[in-house]
Nanobody, 128 residues
Framework: QVQLVESGGGSVQAGGSLRLSCAAS???????????VGWFRQTPGKEREGVAA????????SYADSVKGRFTISQDSTKRTTYLEMNNLKPADSAMYYC??????????????????WGQGTQVTVSS
């Protein structure tokens, strides 16, 4: 069982930056290097949207077109913490951001139904 806890959300003005963190726990140490980890976001009344994902084997990353060039996903050396560096934030980026994970590489990292474990979310609000 993998537990995920997000942190780092907050309120910023447009053009600002935030770094979200996702801390994983509850698994054997060797599992963390096999987790495909994704960041998703959701606003009321809308479907959960894939933002970025990372698979540590081969350092494979993927991004939604809407965040390419502005957001960067990365991990610490233990692979237990995954970060989402968000720069040049826009009001459209305002949402609840969720961290998700699955053991092994997922085939569609942009789809929420491909991830098994989820965190509780952290709110990001960008004002104009």
């Amino acid at each position: 069982q993998v537990q995920l806890v997000e942190s780092g959300g907050g309120s910023v003005q447009a053009g600002g930056s935030l770094r979200l963190s996702c801390a994983a726990s509850g698994a054997a140490f060797y599992v963390y290097g096999t987790l495909h980890v994704g960041w998703f976001r959701q606003t009321p009344g809308k479907e959960r949207e894939g933002v970025a994902a990372i698979f540590p084997v081969g350092a494979m990353t993927s991004y939604a077109d809407s965040v390419k060039g502005r957001f960067t996903i990365s991990q610490d050396s233990t692979k237990r913490t995954t970060y989402l560096e968000m720069n040049n934030l826009k009001p459209a980026d305002s949402a609840m951001y969720y961290c998700a994970a699955s053991v092994g590489r997922v085939s569609a990292p942009g789809r929420s139904d491909t991830f098994h474990y989820w965190g509780q979310g952290t709110q990001v609000t960008v004002s104009s």
